[in-house]
């Protein structure tokens, strides 16, 4: 498959995460229209670094990529942040993000939780992380979809959802104040992306 169409493709899923291709009545034009120009840059970025061989990678010991995510980690649990670990951080990094959304999410993307200024020293987060703005290390969470801090488990309406992390080593370290949204994070990282890895879980309520 020829770049540019693996280019338009990736910008035409990255679009349906951000939530544009179905925003509500409070997502001004000019709002989404940001947050698509940073979709296609950071996609752009993405592709260039899968050429590159990139490999950044992302997993969890309470569940492996394509698996049900434990209960505990749930609105129908205690509803902790699941572990998180990673390897294969480039030279150069300092700092990571951290962005978990639920693609399947009735109307719009629906944001879990938005984390950044990692330190690059990191190589994991911990269970259960407060949800707090600013944590002791320097981390910070900004804003989900149910507008709080911090993490917001899985909760499905009905039938079984997707959950993707998907973790960003950057060459920077953002001027972003706590609280930022998921599309305030997608322009801050914008040029500053060095690699990129993904762990998807999935959750349906019985």
């Not at 338009?8 to 899923?13: G, K, N, P, S």
């Not at 970025?45 to 749930?74: C, D, N, W």
């Amino acid at each position: 498959m020829g770049r540019w169409v693996r280019v338009l493709l990736a910008v035409f899923l990255l679009a349906l995460l951000t939530g544009c291709g179905s925003r509500g009545p409070g997502m001004a034009s000019s709002t989404c229209a940001q947050s698509q120009a940073a979709t296609t840059q950071i996609a752009e970025e993405s592709i260039a670094l899968e050429e590159e061989g990139a490999m950044l990678v992302l997993s969890s010991r309470a569940f492996s990529h394509g698996e049900m995510i434990p209960k505990q980690y749930t609105c129908d649990g205690q509803e902790l942040s699941p572990p998180l670990e990673w390897q294969g951080a480039p030279a150069g990094t300092k700092s990571f993000a951290l962005i978990m959304d639920d693609p399947d999410a009735p109307k719009t993307v629906f944001v879990h939780w938005v984390v950044y200024n990692i330190p690059a020293s990191a190589s994991s987060l911990p269970e259960g992380l407060p949800r707090e703005p600013v944590l002791s290390d320097g981390i910070r969470q900004g804003e989900n979809s149910a507008g709080r801090i911090g993490y917001f488990g899985p909760c499905p309406p009905s039938g079984v959802h997707r959950y993707s992390f998907r973790l960003y080593a950057l060459d920077t370290v953002l001027n972003l104040d706590a609280g930022a949204t998921k599309q305030e994070l997608m322009r801050a990282m914008q040029g500053h992306i060095l690699a990129q890895a993904e762990l998807l879980g999935r959750y349906g309520r019985s």
